[in-house]
């Protein structure tokens, strides 16, 4: 599934290309992804200029001049293909722009979503209401908060986006690697100091996987085609068996029903 960084990758490639576009026309191929499409979906976004672009958890913003925003979940499959050759089956929704510019949304297994949303109303938008903050601005403080008292798993804790809003389980898995932490710790007997080398490591990470364009590992490519290289720099994740880097062995468990991947040695 696309997280955090793949996310970040769709809406700066996204960018470079349709801010400040007017959309000519917009295709809906089929009615319904994850959820049906808004109905008045292409009479509210034909006509209309492209503004600016961002993100919330692992939703894709595009705001318009009429005060409405597209938001799209890439959900399990989901990627943005820029002037694709051919328009093909999973090709589920199509914008065409003032300067002769084709986007598609592809989504081969259709978890993902599209919802046009009043711009002003974000935050008050169901599925934006209950997030917590973003990963890059909070501090070890505000998560200490969010965990204390908490008895369950640190792992399945930093999962909830009520309490963070845009992590998964690949970079949960590293992240808790870089700082030490054993997945199954409770969330609230988890030191500052060590909250302090979480919230650096979620940083760092975060930040090395956009510079590398995301993760790829089945479906994901950015808008331009290319895929993301950050999976040479994992640690621990999808390396059951194999050596870490400390001398140990990296192990798999399952928690919540998702594979977590940790060295026994080293994280504690």
Not at 119 to 138: C, K, N, S, V, Y
């Amino acid at each position: 599934m696309p997280e955090l960084p793949e996310v970040e990758t769709t809406v700066r490639g996204l960018e470079r290309v349709l801010k400040g576009r007017r959309i000519e026309r917009v295709e809906a191929r089929r009615s319904d992804l994850r959820r049906a499409l808004p109905e008045d979906l292409g009479q509210r976004l034909t006509g209309a200029r492209v503004t600016s672009l961002g993100r919330r958890a692992k939703y894709g913003l595009i705001d318009t001049d009429r005060g409405d925003t597209l938001v799209f979940h890439l959900g399990m499959s989901g990627h943005w293909r820029i002037d694709p050759s051919e328009i093909g089956k999973h090709d589920h929704f199509i914008i065409d722009t003032d300067e002769g510019l084709r986007l598609a949304l592809n989504d081969a297994r259709r978890f993902g979503s599209l919802d046009l949303v009043r711009t002003g109303e974000l935050e008050e938008w169901p599925a934006f209401r209950a997030l917590g903050p973003e990963p890059l601005d909070i501090d070890a403080r505000q998560l200490e908060h969010r965990l204390a008292g908490r008895t369950a798993p640190v792992k399945l804790l930093l999962l909830d986006q009520r309490i963070i809003a845009g992590l998964g389980n690949i970079y949960v898995c590293e992240a808790l690697h870089r700082a030490g932490i054993h997945p199954k710790r409770a969330g609230g007997s988890v030191s500052i100091q060590r909250l302090r080398r979480l919230v650096g490591a979620i940083h760092d990470m975060l930040e090395e996987a956009i510079a590398a364009g995301g993760s790829t590992l089945r479906d994901f490519a950015a808008p331009n085609g290319e895929l993301g290289y950050f999976p040479k720099s994992f640690a621990v994740y999808d390396r059951e068996g194999e050596p870490c880097r400390c001398g140990g062995t990296v192990k798999r468990i399952v928690q919540g029903g998702r594979s977590t991947f940790y060295c026994p040695k080293c994280q504690h």
